[in-house]
């Protein structure tokens, strides 16, 4: 018997197992037409339905039987056990649950049903999502910067002695300490927060008190490793890309204007002019590369960068 791998719901690679073994994960729902198997000889992982084939035969004659996909769990049947539905074939213990799912969303024609297996969250449904993940972290944020408020306000108190230049410079470097420590405390909260609740619950906050989670191209969860990357591209590297760009070409223009000493030191005018232009380019420059989110709006998928470069999608529950 063959011995296969496979990735199991949290993509997981697992096994190896024999093919009774895999054909039952498939009846159990373990494991769907998209998921990925392997065995010695192949070249890479390839998708259950293109191997489910030689699973399916003929008891007596030993003939492969054509098979196909339930267009409610994806799991693989051969066709004489499914039930048709229209255009659709369902396997045999998932009518209901397929008819229910059809009187939910509202579809009128089967295949609209199995042709859009998935309901993207809309643009302005996610960066809604992000507005609340945003005011659900306020809170924590403010609490990791009280050291430094402590501090400042301390600082403050103290100035004004025998000597307020050295409390000052001292307390200078105090407060230079907590507020840094209070950015990585924030930092900390971010990457929990993001990686634990799409890791544990498929969304944060913010997106599921909008009915969103957070899938793989399959619909699986995402592992805490995934959710991390995630994480790391939505975050840091997004900022990157985004505040690069326009700071520099803001530092740019104005350097350039500077540098052609428009009216020269006296003349308020010019300096008023690099400005206005500096902040123009940045603005500019900002709306273009925040393409990185707006993307979202136009692509199929409702992907953004970093959907894109993960592979994650947004998905309705």
């Not at 230049?165 to 230079?176: K, P, T, Y």
């Not at 793989?216 to 592992?223: I, Q, R």
């Amino acid at each position: 018997m063959a011995s296969w791998f496979y990735t199991d719901k949290e993509a997981i690679q697992q096994g190896p197992i024999d093919d009774s073994s895999l054909l039952e994960l498939n009846l159990n729902g373990d494991i769907n037409a998209k998921s990925l198997v392997w065995q010695e000889g192949f070249a890479e992982w390839v998708s259950f339905r293109s191997v489910a084939q030689g699973f399916y035969r003929d008891t007596e004659s030993g003939v492969p039987l054509e098979i196909g996909v339930c267009a409610h769990s994806e799991q693989v049947y051969s066709v004489s056990e499914m039930i048709p539905y229209g255009e659709a074939l369902v396997g045999p213990e998932h009518k209901e649950g397929f008819v229910q799912t059809l009187m939910e969303s509202g579809t009128i024609k089967v295949q609209d049903a199995t042709a859009k297996r998935f309901d993207y969250v809309g643009f302005w449904w996610r960066v809604l999502s992000s507005v609340l993940d945003y005011m659900i972290k306020m809170i924590p944020s403010w609490i990791c910067m009280i050291p430094y408020y402590v501090a400042a306000f301390s600082g403050g108190m103290s100035v004004g002695g025998d000597d307020p230049e050295d409390i000052f410079a001292g307390w200078s470097v105090i407060m230079g300490v907590c507020y840094g420590l209070g950015l990585l405390a924030i930092l900390a909260v971010s990457i929990f927060y993001e990686t634990w609740m799409v890791g544990k619950y498929q969304g944060t906050l913010g997106k599921l008190i909008i009915g969103a989670k957070v899938v793989n191209p399959d619909g699986s969860k995402l592992t805490y490793k995934r959710a991390f990357l995630r994480w790391l591209v939505k975050k840091p590297l997004n900022y990157l890309i985004l505040f690069l760009p326009s700071t520099l070409g803001f530092a740019a223009v104005v350097g350039g204007l500077a540098a052609l000493d428009l009216g020269g030191d006296e003349d308020a005018s010019a300096f008023v002019l690099a400005m206005v232009t500096g902040m123009f380019v940045y603005v500019a420059l900002l709306g273009l590369c925040a393409g990185i989110y707006w993307m979202a709006a136009f692509d199929p998928e409702r992907r953004a960068f970093h959907d894109r470069l993960i592979g994650t999608r947004v998905v309705r529950k």
